[in-house]
């Protein structure tokens, strides 16, 4: 699990496996099935954390914890950008707070890394972040997915965390997401839906995001189209590509060196 194909990182580490659904987003979430899968290749870790609904695997809400992983970074010596479970959601109401605090000892003590934290549930990881971890590490992005305009208020609480990265991860893109704001928002990850009840993702609804991004000098990566592509056409994600606006749009964040003055101003708003 640690080597993986998502085109903005270079491996996974997955601490916390299992959740539960909550919102359109996660109806067809890849993480589902593969943690039947590997539940069905007898790895301990995702038993039971699945059920099959309607033909395909669902999450029973049931969270475990690994104690046994948090050593897994400390073993990578070259340096990576690690995403922080793929298979979960580390502020899940489920994943205890010393055990975030666990998580964060591990990416302190490996600052050859960077980490991409990803959450729906950001509104817990402002708390947790500015008033129990009390620290920003320059190593650790941390980010929140939004796949329509009904939940764009994740950005809100995104925004009041230091971080010495904020990003959001508008994937699987499934609707309109509006004139949003991405003001202190470093990174904007694009991304249409995979796999066979994937739904589309319009090109009118990317631009809006790529013109935000441009008002607010954020940084755009497009993913992919998924299993739609710019034509509305379902073929395979392959075929679709990645291509929008004629190229590749691969930018990474810069690091915001002045994190002191960043957070102190944000803290004040919380």
Known sequence: ??????????STWNPVAGCNIVSAGCTNCYAMNMARRLA???MSKYKGLTRISG???IWTGKVRLDEG???????????????????SDLFHEAVS????????????????????ILTKRPERMAVIVSSEIGEVLSNVWLGTSVEAADVADRIEHLRRTPAAIRFVSFEPLIASVGSVDLSGIDWAIVGGESGPRSRPAKEEWIDEIFD????????????QWGSWGSDNKRRS??????TYKGQHWDDMPIFNADLKK?????????
Request: net charge positive.
């Open 97 to 116: 707070l010393d055990f975030i605090r666990a998580v964060w000892k591990v990416m302190k003590e490996t600052p050859q890394h960077h980490y991409q």
């Open 212 to 223: 935000q991004c441009s008002i607010a000098d954020t940084a755009f990566f497009f993913k």
């Open 69 to 87: 992983s948090l050593g897994i970074p400390y073993k990578w010596k070259k340096p990576r950008k690690i995403f922080v479970n793929s298979m």
């Open 1 to 10: 699990m640690s080597t993986t194909e998502i085109e903005w990182t270079d």
């Open 262 to 270: 960043r957070n102190s101003d944000v803290q004040e708003g919380i």
């Open 40 to 42: 069905s290749m007898e």
């Open 55 to 57: 033909g395909k695997a």
């Open 237 to 242: 994600k392959k075929a679709n590509g990645r």
